[in-house]
């Protein structure tokens, strides 16, 4: 299991990099009853067959990952979700791409933390390789008050020069943290 879902959507952004996507968004929304996260993709994608293979924490072909005769991410994703009473959805088509999506019940005493989505959002921005990268993060206040925010990697990078070099991330990182402070109170 995973430290935190932070962790969780950071290993399905992984997933897509690795299929080759070019166009990846990532969606992390919160109500006060539930915990909700997205990947979505234009990657490889799978077909039946290669969805039971994912979902296999012994099937992984080691063509990804050289050497390695398992692949957890998803099974651990799927393992939570049902210990804390949430569901996972996978929609894939090969050729088009993958959609994974998780629902938690926010209260279920299991349920791991958050974790830190400044660094995950850095993380997913910062990481290597030519893809696009939409993030969209929401919070729904039981009062029905919503805090929004959404980055476009493209627009961010083309804002602050690149993304490559430490002041950028620098800077990066307190953007970052200005979007994610009224998700703090």
Known sequence: MHAALSDVVFDLFQ????????????????????????????????????LKRAEDPFGSDGTKHPGRRVGLGIPFLRQTAEQTGGRVEIDSVPGKGTRIEAVFPAA??????????????????????????????????????????????AEISEALGGLEDTNTVGLLREFLESMEEPFNK
Request: with cysteine.
């Open 15 to 50: 997933n897509s990099i690795e299929a080759g996507a070019m166009n990846i968004g990532v969606s992390f929304w919160e109500t006060a009853d539930e915990i909700h996260f997205s990947v979505t993709d234009d990657g490889r994608g799978m077909d039946f067959e290669g």
């Open 108 to 153: 279920h005493l299991d349920l791991p933390p958050e974790g830190n989505l400044v660094l995950l959002w850095l993380q997913c921005l910062t990481f290597g390789g030519d893809y696009q990268l939409k993030i969209h993060r929401m919070c729904r206040e039981s009062d029905g008050r919503v805090e929004e925010y959404r980055i476009d990697k």
